[in-house]
């Protein structure tokens, strides 16, 4: 009988030595009922590209997301405010002291501008659950054409002139000279002036006139050969609809 209690004593003890060894094993996290998680963009809620120009787009950026809790991190979710940016994320579940990476693109046009876009991640963080990046980018042109990049023709009739003026502004810092140009079709007259010198901060109207021939599209290009770097051609296009004209032989298809 003396056996049989102290073999039962053994094995109790034996079943407690092992709860307590399994209960020690377990991570911390999961020990910790109470434990909330924390989501940090690493660096900061707001990624700034600064200066760029359209020869960088896309834009990039490999973002850190860090899970500073102390339970599992979970983003179900990752919203760009607009098509023109996206961002994969690598891990949507993070355990404590875990990193994931934001795969961010974003697209800029060729338009001079203060680009400001934001991202929104849904997260299980109880004092995050809608966690805002913001994108920043100052967008700078070198060679812009304001106020559109297209010369558009408006009230265009057989036999009578038609004129598209657009200004050129040169937004670089060195001195931009306008080498060389060409149009089509040929019967387009321009201003412009070989040899011209476009200091930094300078802008000048460059005009485009044509009497059309035929009625129906109109379509033309000009290219502008220059000496800067980045833009050794501008090329930019031009149209409008003309109307057959009482005064002139709607006829004719040539020219057009």
Not at 142 to 159: Q, V
Not at 216 to 239: A, Q
Request: with cysteine; glycine share 6%; hydrophobic share 35%.
């Amino acid at each position: 009988m003396k056996r049989f209690g102290f073999t039962l004593s053994f094995l109790l003890l034996a079943f407690l030595y092992s709860c307590f060894a399994q209960t020690q094993d377990k991570p911390e996290v999961s020990a910790d009922s109470n434990g909330v998680p924390k989501l940090e963009i690493v660096g900061g809620d707001t990624y700034d590209w600064k200066d760029v120009t359209p020869k960088n787009n896309p834009l990039t950026a490999k973002i850190k997301i860090r899970n500073t809790g102390s339970a599992m991190l979970i983003i179900p979710d990752v919203k760009p405010a607009c098509g023109c940016t996206t961002a994969p994320l690598d891990n949507d579940s993070l355990m404590p002291g875990e990193e994931a990476t934001l795969d961010v693109t974003l697209r800029i046009s060729d338009r001079s501008q203060n680009l400001s876009k934001t991202i929104t991640l849904i997260t299980n963080d109880p004092k995050a659950q809608r966690k805002i990046l913001y994108l920043k980018a100052n967008v700078v042109v070198p060679l812009e054409w304001i106020p559109r990049n297209w010369y558009s023709f408006s009230d265009m009739k057989i036999g009578y002139e038609s004129v598209a003026t657009l200004t050129l502004k040169n937004n670089s810092s060195i001195p931009v000279k306008l080498m060389d140009y060409s149009v089509t079709p040929e019967n387009i007259n321009t201003n412009i002036s070989r040899g011209k010198v476009l200091n930094p901060g300078e802008e000048i109207p460059i005009t485009l006139r044509v009497k059309p021939t035929a009625s129906g599209r109109f379509n033309c290009n000009l290219v502008i050969k220059t000496n800067h770097p980045d833009y050794p051609e501008l090329k930019i296009s031009g149209s409008g609809s003309v109307s057959e004209s009482e005064l002139f032989n709607n006829t004719n298809t040539s020219g057009k």
